[in-house]
C-alpha cells in the first residue's frame, strides 16, 4: 500500500466511519433509513466509489500501488450539498440593517455590478470555491450576476477543480441599476449559449435562473419559460415569496396572475427540475400546486432568519395534505454562513420556533442525500457503489467545547449528529474529497 500523500491514478481507499442515507429518516431513531460501517474503507477508481467494506477486508481491495487515506474514527459523509447559493454575494453577506428589497438595492445589486469584470469574477471563484470545500461543500446550486461572464469564470473554475456545480447566469432586466441588468432576448441568448458550451461539460451544469418576478418582465419570463420547455434537462432557480413586501409587489406587477407561484407557472417555469428559494408565505392554493408539480422548496434558514423574513414551514410542507419536496441551502449572501453544519443548527431552531423538531438524521440526509434527490442527481449525495466519490470527512471533537460536550454521550451516533450541527462548522472538516482527489482543505485555511 502506498501512503496517503503520494498521488496515485489508480484505486483509493478512505478509512473511516462511513455513514450513508439509503432514504429519508422518519424523525429521530430511524436506524433503517442509513447504512453506518464503524471501521469502513470506501473504494474508489476513477473517480467513483465502486465498494464500501469493512476494514477488514483490506487485504481484498487494498495491494500494490493502491492509496489509504487512513481517517480511522473520523466520519466519512458523501461531500455536502448546497442547493442556493449566491456566487456574487460573497462580500454581501453580514451586512446591516435591512429586510430583503432595502437589502438588495444598498448592498447587493452593487456589489454584483462588480462581476462585469471577469477578471475580477474568475478572481472571486477561486475564493468561492476554496471557501466551499472548506466547508466540506462539494456541489453547490449557484447564482451567477447579470454578466454571462460570472458564470463563466464559476464554471471554468469549478471545472478545473472538477467540482459538480450548477451555474445559472442570473437573468434581470428591471427594477435594477442598469449595471446589473440584462434584456429577455440578451437573458434567453446568454442562457442558451451557456447551456451550450457547458451543460454536461465535466461535471458542470447549467441552471436558469431568472432571478424573481419583481426584476422579471413578462416577456423574460416567457422567453426563459420557452428555453426550459427546450431543455427540460436544466434545472430551473428562482425565489419565491420569501418577504411580505416582496409578495405584494409581485402582486401589484402581475395583478392578472392568481399569486406568486401562478406567475412563474404562467411562463412554465414551474415543475419536478424547479428550485423555488425561500417559499415561507405560501397560500393554499401554492402549496397544492408545489406539490402536485413537484416543484422544490428550498429551505434558506440563516438568511431567512438574517433578513427577517419568516420562518419556513418545514414540517407542514413535508408532512403535509400535500406534501411538498424539499432542500436546504445557505443562500450566502442573505444567508450568514457557508457551512451546512451551521446551516442545520438554524433550520433546526426555526422548526423549534413553530413547534416542530427536524431530527439530526433528517438534517444530515437532506444536506445529502435528499439535496441530491432534489437537484434530481442520483450518483450525488451518497457513498455506494457507481457514485461519485465526493466526500467530507468530519472531526466531530475538533473544538474543546465540543470533545467536552461528545465526551458525555456514550458514542451514540445520533447524538454526535446533532452535536455537530449544533456546535459544528468550518472547524470539524478535516479532510474534502472530490472525485476521489483529497482536496488538503485544512493546509489551504487560514
Ligand atoms: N430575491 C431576489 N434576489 C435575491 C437574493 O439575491 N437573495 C435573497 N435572499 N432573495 C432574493
Ligand atoms: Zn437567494
Known amino acids: 500500500m502506498t501512503p496517503s500523500n503520494?498521488?496515485?491514478s489508480g484505486r483509493i481507499l478512505v478509512r473511516g466511519r462511513v455513514l450513508s442515507f439509503k432514504r429519508r429518516p422518519n424523525g429521530a431513531g430511524d436506524a433503517a433509513a442509513y447504512s453506518y460501517l464503524e471501521d469502513g474503507l470506501v473504494v474508489i477508481d476513477a473517480g467513483r466509489v465502486t465498494d464500501v467494506v469493512e476494514a477488514g477486508e483490506i487485504g481484498r481491495v487494498g495491494g500494490e500501488g493502491v492509496v489509504l487515506h487512513d481517517f480511522s474514527g473520523k466520519l466519512i459523509l458523501p461531500g455536502f450539498i448546497d442547493t442556493h447559493i449566491?456566487?456574487?454575494q460573497t462580500q454581501v453577506i453580514a451586512?446591516?440593517?435591512?429586510?430583503?428589497l432595502e437589502w438588495l438595492t444598498k448592498y447587493t445589486f452593487p456589489a454584483e455590478s462588480r462581476y462585469g469584470d471577469p477578471d475580477f469574477a474568475a478572481a472571486q471563484a477561486g475564493f468561492f470555491i476554496d471557501e466551499l470545500l472548506r466547508n466540506g461543500t462539494t456541489t453547490a446550486v449557484c447564482y451567477g450576476s447579470a454578466h454571462k461572464g460570472s458564470a463563466e469564470a464559476l464554471l471554468a473554475e469549478s471545472q478545473r477543480r472538477g467540482t459538480a456545480m450548477f451555474v445559472g447566469k442570473t437573468a434581470m432586466d428591471r427594477n435594477a441599476p442598469p449595471e446589473v441588468l440584462d434584456s429577455a432576448q440578451s437573458a434567453h441568448d446568454d442562457t442558451a449559449a451557456l447551456i451550450d458550451a457547458w451543460h454536461g461539460h465535466g461535471r458542470q451544469k447549467v441552471v436558469i435562473t431568472p432571478r424573481f418576478a419583481i426584476t422579471s418582465t413578462p416577456e423574460q419570463l416567457e422567453a426563459l419559460?420557452?428555453?426550459?420547455?427546450?431543455?427540460?434537462?436544466?434545472?430551473?432557480?428562482?425565489?419565491?415569496?420569501e418577504n411580505a413586501e416582496e409578495v405584494a409587489t409581485v402582486r401589484r406587477l402581475f395583478p392578472d396572475r392568481a399569486d406568486?407561484?401562478?406567475?412563474?407557472d404562467h411562463y412554465g417555469l414551474v415543475g419536478p427540475r424547479s428550485l423555488m428559494g425561500h417559499s415561507i408565505h405560501l397560500t393554499p392554493r401554492e402549496i397544492v400546486r408545489m406539490s402536485e408539480s413537484g416543484a422544490v422548496a428550498v429551505f434558506c434558514p440563516t438568511s431567512n432568519l438574517f433578513i427577517g423574513s419568516g420562518l419556513f414551514d418545514y414540517k407542514g410542507l413535508e408532512g403535509g395534505r400535500h406534501p411538498v419536496r424539499l432542500a436546504l441551502a445557505t443562500d450566502i449572501g442573505g444567508g450568514t454562513s457557508y457551512s451546512m453544519l451551521a446551516t442545520a443548527a438554524e433550520a433546526y431552531k426555526v422548526t423549534q420556533l413553530r413547534g416542530q423538531k427536524l431530527s439530526a438524521l433528517e438534517a444530515f440526509h437532506l444536506m445529502t442525500r435528499g439535496n441530491a434527490e432534489a437537484l434530481g442527481e442520483p450518483d450525488l449525495g451518497r457513498i455506494a457503489p457507481g457514485a461519485h466519490a465526493d466526500l467530507v470527512v468530519l472531526d466531530s471533537a475538533a473544538t474543546p467545547a465540543m470533545a467536552h460536550r461528545l465526551a458525555a454521550s456514550n458514542g451514540d451516533l445520533e447524538e454526535e449528529?446533532?452535536?455537530?450541527?449544533t456546535l459544528g462548522g468550518d472547524r470539524n472538516i478535516q479532510e474534502v474529497f472530490v472525485?476521489?482527489?483529497p482536496q488538503g482543505v485544512r493546509r489551504a485555511a487560514p
Open 6 to 8: 503520494r498521488l496515485s
Open 417 to 421: 449528529l446533532f452535536v455537530l450541527m
Open 86 to 88: 449566491h456566487f456574487p
Open 95 to 100: 451586512s446591516y440593517g435591512e429586510q430583503l
Open 225 to 241: 419559460g420557452s428555453l426550459a420547455r427546450a431543455h427540460p434537462e436544466c434545472l430551473v432557480q428562482t425565489h419565491l415569496s
Open 435 to 437: 472525485g476521489g482527489r
Open 260 to 264: 406568486y407561484l401562478d406567475v412563474y
